[in-house]
């Protein structure tokens, strides 16, 4: 059974990090009780003068994902940017998504947690915590090889670095016969988190150079952050 919550309080908090420290993220969040945890590689894409400025340092990243109610996943932000020193270079960033809506398992395994047992000292690192929904994720779906195009569109009117993720589109070949496009099957995900105020800018720059119409056959869509956790400079 399918359970759709208007006024639920649950989200996905998604850690974008080093190896080593998404290691210690995976041990903090079962120690916590926390039971659905998702693990995958990635890119960053961003040069090494911005990747320190943002502070994710180096290229290869870790994506851990994971799911729970709204005040534990605040207090599991905090948890986190103190724990992994979040505010440093070279560390990474977090936030949290709200999730609309979840199977009645989903909803029964999780609500078991609770922000009390979160062990959540107030400290300037806890506090520079934004849950005023100041920013946004966007997400490109492109072509092979065309994670660049995306990045060098983003970054010339100010995205300062994203996230990559190869993927393989599957079915759907009548739908695009219908339409008279073909995609390619292999594509990547290009992941940028940016203020609210840049969206709008940067993903008609995306679409302008990776759009539909052309090489890179890019999709462009947009979703709002919760709360954010580890912005270099907040």
């Known amino acids: 059974m399918i359970l759709f919550h208007k006024h639920s ?20 969040l079962e120690a916590e009780g926390v039971p659905i945890q998702y693990q995958f590689y990635a890119q960053g894409t961003a040069s090494s003068r911005i990747m320190d400025m943002l502070g994710l340092g180096g290229v290869d990243k870790v994506v851990l994902i994971s799911v729970m109610p709204g005040d534990f996943a605040r207090a599991m932000l905090v948890k986190l940017k ?16 709200v999730l609309t809506g ?55 009117v100010g995205a300062k670095g994203g996230t990559v993720f190869h993927c393989r589109r599957v079915a759907g070949e009548e739908a695009l016969q219908f ?15 940016t203020s609210k105020t840049e969206k709008a800018a940067i993903m008609e720059a995306i679409n302008e150079q990776c759009g539909v ?3 890179a056959q890019g999709v462009v869509v ?13």
């Open 179 to 193: 339409w008279g496009v073909t995609i390619q099957q292999e594509r990547e995900i290009v992941v940028i988190l």
């Open 213 to 215: 119409q052309s090489e």
């Open 102 to 156: 979840g199977n009645a398992g989903l909803i029964k395994l999780i609500d078991g947690l609770h922000p009390e047992n979160v062990d959540t000292t107030d400290t300037a690192e806890g506090r520079e915590i934004d849950t005023m929904c100041e920013y946004s994720m966007i997400v490109a779906f492109v072509n092979q090889g065309f994670s660049e195009d995306v990045m060098s569109a983003a970054g010339s």
């Open 82 to 97: 103190n724990a992994l020193k979040l505010h440093n270079p070279n560390s990474g960033v977090a936030f949290t998504i």
């Open 9 to 28: 309080d649950y989200r996905v908090l998604c850690l974008i990090t080093i190896p080593k420290l998404a290691a210690k993220a995976a041990s903090l």
């Open 222 to 234: 947009s979703v709002p952050v919760d709360s954010v956790a580890g912005l270099t400079g907040r």
